[in-house]
């Protein structure tokens, strides 16, 4: 059921500036990671992804990181704009006949608000 | 490319009734999809993962009599929520996984909002 009192953590930023979400996955097995982004009342959009085999990808003004040491996965944003107001997620897939299909499944983060201020 | 819908967008029932909530891929066939719920203020929860001509795979914890998947054909998978209860009011979300690659790359539906009374 529903949790009470569960508070994403939130990132506020000026516009023009850069910013950093950062996301702890759990599984070291885990070989594909994916940033999402989801606006109120929709499903979650794609931003970028990375394979376990690379530890940083660049896309159009935005960068994810991979530490594989340390678990850790993070998505720059160039010159945030007030339209990037949303939540981001992380989400790990943990491959092999997990959930049914050969391709593994998703295990999403907890999320991060990000505000930017015009 | 690679479209999902939802339909419907929003639902009230009330309590007792049995709501079907449909998932298509427009523009692509998907031989497995996954069906999610989120909370307010809460992620994406991986409710049970369907595939194309068998039976779900259900996630520990959720119901498989109470959340009945069908996924009949390679662009439509269908969640029905059976005797709703107002605790089942949450968003639901499905996304299908493109397939023709090794990496588990889903397009995500835009969400149904169901609202038991």
């Known amino acids: 059921g529903e949790s009470v009192g569960l508070h994403l953590p939130t990132l506020s930023v000026q516009e023009g500036d850069n910013s950093i979400i950062n996301c702890a996955y759990s599984?070291?097995?885990?070989?594909?990671f994916i940033w999402y982004k989801q606006e109120s009342g929709k499903g979650p959009q794609f931003i970028i992804d990375?394979?376990?085999?690379?530890d940083k990808r660049q896309g159009q003004r935005v960068t994810v990181l991979l530490n594989k040491t340390v678990k850790h996965l993070s998505l720059q944003i160039a010159a945030t704009q007030p339209g990037d107001s949303a939540v981001y997620f992380c989400?790990?897939?943990?491959?092999?006949?997990?959930?049914?299909?050969?391709?593994?499944?998703?295990?999403f983060g907890q999320g991060t608000i990000l505000t930017v201020h015009p | 490319g690679a479209v999902v819908s939802q339909h419907p967008s929003r639902v009230i029932c009330k309590s007792g009734t049995s709501v079907k909530i449909e998932c298509r891929s427009l523009?692509?066939?998907?031989?497995?999809m996954f069906w999610y719920r989120q909370f307010p203020k809460q992620s994406l929860m991986l409710m049970a993962t369907s595939n194309e001509g068998s039976k779900a795979t259900y996630e520990q914890g959720v119901e498989k009599d109470k959340f009945l998947i069908n996924h009949a054909s390679l662009t439509l998978s269908t969640l029905t929520v059976t005797s709703a209860h107002p605790e089942d009011s949450s968003f639901y979300i499905c996304s299908a996984n493109v397939g023709g690659s090794y990496i588990n790359e889903q397009f995500f539906g835009p969400g149904t909002r169901l609202t038991v009374l």
């Open positions: 990375i394979r376990s085999n690379m």
């Open positions: 523009d692509f066939q998907a031989t497995t």
């Open positions: 989400a790990e897939n943990f491959p092999g006949s997990a959930g049914g299909t050969s391709y593994g499944k998703l295990t």
């Open positions: 599984n070291s097995a885990s070989d594909y």
